[in-house]
């Protein structure tokens, strides 16, 4: 008894030992995923990337001047012009919110950070949250050490780099965080029944709301995981207390939120939780009576429903078919349909399979964005069947789910990371105690001590092994691998304690699951060299390949390192050359950052909600010359905008989004067809090029003087001579050309003032200088 | 010290007079260029000349060839308006061309051209630019074997005397001209396509343009009443050109001499020339039909300042201040047909504005239940006038989200039932605490 | 056949009868609460299916204020019923406690909801 009471307090240091040890390393792992992102901070300039985060940052800045009020209601009539764009109801308000409240709480500590700091440095904040969520899921999954491994492996996953580097200030940044937190807690409440997790589970879920489109993810997953549960007869109480307040709670605050508005009750996305809701019920209602009802009067009860019930819901599934199906898209929205059908966007909506994240990854970017955790997914999967408890089941149901989501779309290989860093935690943490358990088994042979019974064995070797890993610890290097092992062996025992086994099975357990100590140790060694490689490969990928802000390009070369900046060129040239209601035109990529940077109105943007005008735009950049200015001109358009990357080779440039105007605009106005375009099914710009293309708009725009450059029109992206190089322009004219000639902007000519007779202009010159008196013969007598 | 300050007083008392000459808010034209192929041109046209003087305008005479002449001194236009009365000039002297003159009409300036037979190509090219075709033929007349005048010397009918004049008051004064005019020259064309022409003299549906000494050996191509004898144009910035074929129909003989055109047997004492083309000079010059608008105000019914941005369903009051120069002086300008389009790719709100006849023109109307960027547009174009073309930007707003309708009748049951919800919950806490 | 149905009815209404006189008046008073609600519930759905959904935010939130309630107070009833073997260590004060916390919650945005 003094041994057990020995070892229970020992036990309980341990305890305390392990919590404030993996509070160090969930505060380490937060740094860590704070610094890797900073990359893009370090090599270039704490700036705003990309496109849409332009968007999100000049909606921060008002919302910062103006509070929350005037945000809310907020009618933006820079963009979409004439249609305007009110802001209040179309934009998941979540990330903005954050990033406000923070700046007034840092302001409000006397800490003057400006917008743009702090919006630039959102992302890696709540990935670092991201990561502590994660801990917090697979604990309740797996335990602390899975946990532990779990988190790490998610601060450094390409993948989620890819999407909140220091200045990718995006809605996928905290929207992450809110989706890891929800499923923490609908896990947690699952675990324990308990109503306060419950409605902490439905706050999270708001703050997914107002965070991303995503948010239908798990108001899917969870009913289906509901289903599983129930179908495989792991129905209780307790995930009757985890869904039910959740759906209707959830509901209700997502309506709320105005850009979800009604859709919350109204859309096919939300049915699958309110079939659901309506399932667990009945299977509630079921198991009460059950309770309360002898078995046979229980039969006697079944078999009466089942024959009312049948047709009662027949009749209620057949009017909800028709309500659905009354619809064309049968209450699913656009993208929602293009996730479901891979190949439906590419055949009715040009526009969302225009855009380049919406496209199917490549096999390569599996590997580039999840590394070494491609491997060990289906061992976590494995892993998780072994106890089949269920929160591993939900584990596996996500994993399955956002694999299949992942393959349609390259985005959402962002939904994928966070399930694949648990499931190999889980593998991870698993093979450590299996490798480790198996040292620690032969180790005391080794070390020629006595056979002790299971408990005090493991007891005891654990001592030792503590002894020997002091050391061990006190040569910890940067990478917290030994102290992972370290974790795995503390953890492992505090879960032992905590679950009520028996010493017997403990050493059939052990029995089990030992392997031969070299091997183990060899397994171990490689297990450390494989998280060595994912570490080195995540590094290397936050730095060279999810860095780059994309508004300013380098390229090396041999004299060193060259800088594009002419976005912002153009953008500053815009903002000081320009009157303050002048309308600019470009393709809709562009419409973000010009109202951000330039602070003029666009015509389009990358919301993409209006089809039809965006058709216009296209049009008019398909069209020649006269008609195009027709179409600008109805517009009030004032500045043409044009991205032009044939004189350095950036392969982005409109030329090459070309054949997305054509299609688009060729959607709406049929005048536009997309054979006139096509020389042998291309799309050509050199002599080859059909006279339709030669005469368009853009190729004017992009190419107007391009010959006097080189002489020849060389096009470096194209790699070919341009087909037409002397270019004239009778309604455009060409205001300004950024450095590199990567941004040109062009102005309407005005309506000529007066319109031209029908005489061609003769050669009088010649005529005149040989005959200079010829008049005086002609002259008449005006008296006459 | 004396003289210094008669000077000073003198300098000062003057100003005033200075001021008004100069005066930006009169668009009448004051300095006029005259150039001519011969300078007896200046006495036998005198009786046109006197018109346009009498009216205050300065008129400089000078050979078309002469190497000074030019319209412009380092930047700035020397005259108002110009006057070309020389058709067979091949080359303009000084700093004058083609080009310069085309920019003089483009910066504002009015212009008259008179061509007549055998017009050079630089009379020709000028006409063109303003957008009146003439035959091609060089040598080619306006021939009218049934709408000639009847004359005693001329048998070639070459000299006609046409009626076909455009029925338009501002053009041409409220006077009914009676007489026909005498015209003696080249005849061009108008593409009918080309909004900012106007025919106003055209020959009658018998004439044809064809040279009258040679034999005819094509049909001509200029026949009837698509050929123009004088246009006018009004160019996009409201300068106004005035091209006439014959540069004798100015003269003080068809001014002075009688007309009977054949077929008819009304012999006019004096024919319509003088008439005709003082009014017409009154129009070129900005005497007539010359309008702007000037303080468009616009806000909500019941507050008196500009807001920023509507509200959809907002009532709003819109007044423009419509005057016309009457030569001496702004006039209100009167009229009934001056619209307010409420404008976002296509009008909203129509509405015609109504005057209280002294210039002021308003209108309210209530904002349509569309948000988006709108435009209060005025756009008047009227035969003969100066073009009105207002347009003023303004955002539309939808509804804030307080501003809807609260307390719905409709909506008691569910206010009901929340509230005895919460009520419910009270009461059951209450119960379920102390119960037991 | 239907002779014996109707009989086995009848049985089985006695019995379920019989077993919930059985259970303890906190759970009935949980019960008739819960009742309450969903009749409230039935009323406006039915309200509104003859006046038409205008305002259908006011409709929403009311027919959710009452379903959530009835949740809430199933989960109440669920944590707070002795029989059931998982709660067995949740003290009843600490199950009301996140009761009336989620409540506060669902009436809040009931009341932002309802205007």
Redesign the interface.
């Known amino acids: 008894m003094a041994a057990a009471a020995e070892t229970s307090s020992d036990r309980t240091l341990r305890n305390a030992f392990g919590g404030v040890l993996s509070f160090f390393i969930l505060l380490l792992i937060g740094v860590l995923a704070f610094s890797i992102r900073l990359f893009s901070v370090i090599k270039y300039e704490s700036v705003i990337h990309e496109f849409d985060p332009y968007f999100n940052y000049r909606v921060t800045q008002f919302l910062t001047k103006n509070g929350i009020y005037d945000f809310w209601n907020w009618f933006d009539d820079r963009t979409w012009y004439p249609l305007g764009r009110v802001i209040g109801g179309t934009v998941y308000p979540g990330l903005t919110l954050t990033a406000g409240t923070l700046w007034r709480i840092l302001n409000s500590l006397n800490i003057p950070l400006s917008v743009e700091t702090v919006c630039v440095f959102t992302a890696p904040i709540f990935s670092a949250f991201a990561s502590w969520a994660t801990y917090l899921l697979t604990k309740e999954v797996k335990g602390a050490g899975a946990g532990l491994t779990a988190a790490v492996l998610l601060a450094m996953v390409p993948s989620y780099i890819s999407r909140s580097v220091a200045g990718s200030y995006d809605n996928e940044a905290v929207a992450i965080f809110a989706l890891i937190i929800t499923f923490y807690l609908y896990i947690k409440t699952l675990n324990t029944g308990s109503l306060f997790y419950a409605t902490l589970n439905a706050i999270a879920y708001f703050y997914m709301v107002c965070s991303w489109g995503g948010y239908t993810f798990i108001i899917n997953l969870i009913p289906m995981h509901v289903l599983l549960c129930i179908v495989t007869g792991r129905y209780s109480s307790r995930l009757y207390i985890a869904y039910a307040p959740l759906v209707v709670l959830g509901t209700l605050l997502a309506s709320l939120v105005p850009v979800v508005g009604f859709n919350a009750v109204l859309t096919s996305e939300h049915f699958a939780s309110f079939l659901v809701f309506i399932i667990i019920h009945v299977v509630a209602l079921v198991y009460y009576i059950k309770g309360i009802l002898s078995a046979k009067m229980f039969k006697v009860a079944v078999t009466l429903v089942v024959s009312i019930g049948l047709l009662v819901c027949c009749a209620v599934i057949a009017v909800l078919i028709a309500l659905v199906a009354s619809s064309p898209t049968m209450g699913w929205s656009g993208r929602s349909l293009s996730l479901l059908d891979p190949t439906y966007a590419s055949k009715y909506i040009p526009i969302i399979a225009s855009v380049s994240e919406h496209q199917p990854p490549t096999w390569p970017s599996y590997f580039m964005d999840i590394n070494v955790l491609a491997f060990l997914v289906p061992a976590g999967i494995i892993a998780c069947f072994l106890p089949l408890s269920d929160a591993s089941s939900f584990a596996v149901l996500y994993i399955v789910t956002s694999v299949y989501f992942s393959g349609v779309m390259v985005r959402l290989m962002l939904v994928f990371a966070p399930a694949a860093c648990i499931m190999s935690g889980i593998a991870l943490s698993q093979a450590f105690d299996v490798f480790t358990r198996s040292i620690k088994f032969q180790l005391p042979g080794i070390l020629g001590k006595s056979e002790f019974d299971a408990g005090d064995t493991s007891s005891s070797s654990v001592v030792a092994e503590n002894d020997a890993a002091k050391p061990d610890k006190s040569e910890e290097k940067l990478k917290e691998r030994p102290s992972r092992k370290n974790k795995k062996k503390e953890k492992e025992l505090v879960e032992k304690a905590s679950v009520e086994k028996t010493s017997t099975k403990s050493k059939i357990e052990k029995r089990l699951l030992v392997l031969p100590l070299e091997a183990s140790v060899i397994a171990l060694l490689l297990l450390v060299f494989l998280g060595a490689f994912y570490v080195v490969h995540c590094v290397w990928a936050a730095a060279e390949a999810y860095s780059a802000p994309s508004i300013v390009l380098t390229s090396h070369s041999h004299d060193g390192l060259h800088v594009f900046d002419d976005f912002r060129e153009a953008y500053a040239w815009l903002r000081h050359n320009t009157e303050v209601d002048d309308k600019v035109a470009s393709w809709w990529d562009y419409g973000y950052q010009t109202t951000a940077m330039a602070n003029r109105t666009v015509i389009v943007d990358n919301n993409t909600w209006n089809n039809t005008h965006i058709a216009t735009v296209g049009t008019a950049m398909s069209s020649p010359e006269k008609a195009a200015w027709e179409i600008f001109n109805s517009l009030d358009v004032k500045y043409v905008l044009v991205v032009f990357g044939g004189l350095v080779g950036y392969p982005s440039d409109d030329i090459n989004k070309f054949l997305w105007m054509v299609r688009i605009g060729g959607g709406v106005f049929p005048h536009i067809k997309e054979p006139d375009y096509l020389r042998d099914g291309q799309y050509r710009i050199d002599s080859q090029a059909t006279p339709t293309m030669l005469n368009c708009l853009m190729y004017k725009l992009s190419y107007y003087r391009f010959v006097d450059v080189d002489g020849k029109g060389f096009d470096r992206v194209r790699r070919t001579e341009i087909g037409k190089k002397y270019i004239k322009l009778t309604h455009f004219e060409e205001v300004f050309t950024t450095h590199h000639w990567m941004v040109r902007i062009y102005k309407l000519k005005p309506p000529r003032n007066r319109i031209r007779g029908k005489t061609k202009k003769s050669k009088t010159k010649t005529s005149a200088t040989s005959s200079p008196r010829k008049s005086v013969a002609t002259k008449k007598n005006p008296w006459h | 010290m004396a003289k210094f300050l008669l000077y000073i007083t003198l300098t000062i008392s003057l100003l005033p007079f200075f001021a008004v000459s100069f005066s930006p808010e009169s668009p009448i034209d004051r300095r006029v260029l005259v150039l001519l192929d011969d300078l007896a041109v200046k006495s036998s046209h005198s009786l046109f000349f006197d018109s346009l003087k009498s009216r205050g305008f300065e008129l400089e005479f000078k050979l078309a060839d002469d190497p000074n002449i030019g319209l412009q001194r380092y930047g700035q236009y020397l005259y108002d308006a110009l006057v070309l009365f020389c058709p067979s000039v091949e080359r303009f002297g000084g700093s004058i061309n083609v080009a310069s003159i085309a920019d003089f009409v483009d910066s504002g300036h009015d212009l008259i051209i008179a061509a007549d037979t055998n017009a050079s190509d630089l009379i020709r090219e000028i006409s063109t630019e303003s957008g009146v075709d003439f035959d091609e033929n060089a040598a080619a007349m306006v021939i009218d074997h049934t709408g000639y005048a009847v004359s005693n010397t001329d048998g070639d009918h070459t000299l006609i005397a046409s009626d076909d004049l455009i029925k338009s008051d501002v053009i041409l004064g409220s006077k009914n001209i009676e007489a026909p005019v005498l015209f003696q020259g080249i005849g061009h064309s108008v593409n009918p396509a080309n909004t900012l022409v106007l025919q106003v003299l055209a020959a009658s549906p018998s004439a044809y343009s064809a040279n009258p000494q040679s034999k005819l050996s094509n049909p001509p191509s200029l026949t009837g009443s698509a050929i123009s004898l004088v246009s006018v144009i009004q160019a996009r910035n409201n300068a106004r050109i005035v091209v006439a074929g014959s540069l004798s129909m100015f003269s003080n003989r068809f001014f002075r001499s009688g007309v009977q055109k054949a077929g008819s047997s009304t012999k006019y004492q004096k024919s319509g020339n003088q008439e005709f083309l003082t009014e017409l000079s009154k129009w070129v010059f900005h005497e007539r039909g010359h309008l702007k608008a000037v303080n468009v105000r616009h806000h909500k019914v019941g507050e008196s300042d500009e807001p920023a941005m509507y509200r959809i369903s907002d009532d709003l009051d819109y007044a423009v201040e419509i005057y016309e120069w009457s030569g001496t002086s702004w006039e209100p300008y009167v009229a009934n047909d001056v619209q307010l389009q409420f404008y976002m790719m296509s009008p909203y709100v129509l509405k015609t504005l109504s005057t209280d006849k002294k210039g002021l023109y308003s209108t309210s109307f209530k904002v349509p239940d569309v948000y988006g960027v709108f435009q209060f547009k005025v756009e008047y174009q009227r035969l003969g006038y100066t073009s009105l073309s207002l347009s003023k930007q303004i955002p539309v707003r939808p509804f804030r989200h307080n501003e809807y309708e609260r307390f719905l009748p409709a909506a008691y049951p569910y206010y009901g039932a929340s509230f005895s919800m919460m009520a419910g919950f009270f009461i059951f806490t209450v119960v379920h605490l102390y119960s037991k | 056949m239907a002779r014996s149905?109707s009989k086995?009815?009848q049985?089985?209404f006695h019995?379920?009868r019989s077993?919930?006189v059985?259970?303890p008046?906190?759970l009935k008073?949980?019960d008739l609460?819960v009742g309450?609600?969903v009749f409230?519930?039935i009323?406006?759905v039915v309200?509104m299916a003859f006046?038409g959904s205008?305002?259908?935010?006011?409709?929403?939130?009311?027919?959710?204020?009452?379903?959530?309630?009835a949740?809430?107070?199933?989960?109440?009833r669920?944590?707070v019923n002795k029989?059931?073997k998982?709660?067995k260590d949740?003290p009843p004060e600490?199950?009301?406690?996140?009761?009336?916390?989620?409540?506060l919650?669902?009436?809040l945005?009931?009341?932002?909801?309802?205007?």
């Open positions: 149905t086995d009815a049985a089985l019995s379920l077993a919930y059985a259970t008046s906190s008073i949980i609460y309450f609600a409230t519930a009323i406006q309200y006046v205008f305002p259908f935010n006011s409709f929403l939130s009311g027919v959710l204020s009452c379903v959530g309630t949740v809430l107070a199933v989960c109440l669920i944590q029989e059931n998982e709660f949740l600490r199950a009301f406690a996140d009761f009336v916390l989620c409540n919650v669902l009436h945005v009931i009341m932002n909801f309802l205007g």
